[in-house]
Nanobody, 115 residues
Framework: QVQLVESGGGLVQPGGSLRLSCLVS????????MGWYRQAPGKQRELVTT???????NYADSVKGRFTISRNNAKNTVYLQMNNLKSEDTAVYYC?????????WGQGTQVTVSS
């Protein structure tokens, strides 16, 4: 079992920045990839970015150059640094962990970009 707890969401003005955190616990050694997804009202959940256990990263075109995923293995935490935020980034952001048998989700954290 893997447990994920997100934090760091909030209200920010367009052009601002936020850093989300995902604290990971449980069977950490079974995880081969971590990621961030988001779901805006009335829309399907979509991939934002992923990072593999080897450190390879992948980003949705809509966030390339603005968002950065990173991890601190000593703190069992994955981060999402979001810069130059836009109104269309408003969504609930979810942390995801993938193992060989299943994926795990956090409870989500709301990010609202508005003036």
């Amino acid at each position: 079992q893997v447990q994920l707890v997100e934090s760091g969401g909030g209200l920010v003005q367009p052009g601002g920045s936020l850093r989300l955190s995902c604290l990971v616990s449980g069977s950490i050694g079974s995880i081969y990839a971590m990621g961030w997804y988001r779901q805006a009202p009335g829309k399907q959940r979509e991939l934002v970015t992923t990072i593999t256990s080897g450190g390879s990263t992948n980003y949705a075109d809509s966030v390339k150059g603005r968002f950065t995923i990173s991890r601190n293995n000593a703190k069992n935490t994955v981060y999402l640094q979001m810069n130059n935020l836009k109104s269309e980034d408003t969504a609930v952001y979810y942390c995801n962990a993938k193992t060989a048998t299943r994926g795990y989700w956090g409870q989500g954290t709301q990010v609202t970009v508005s003036s």
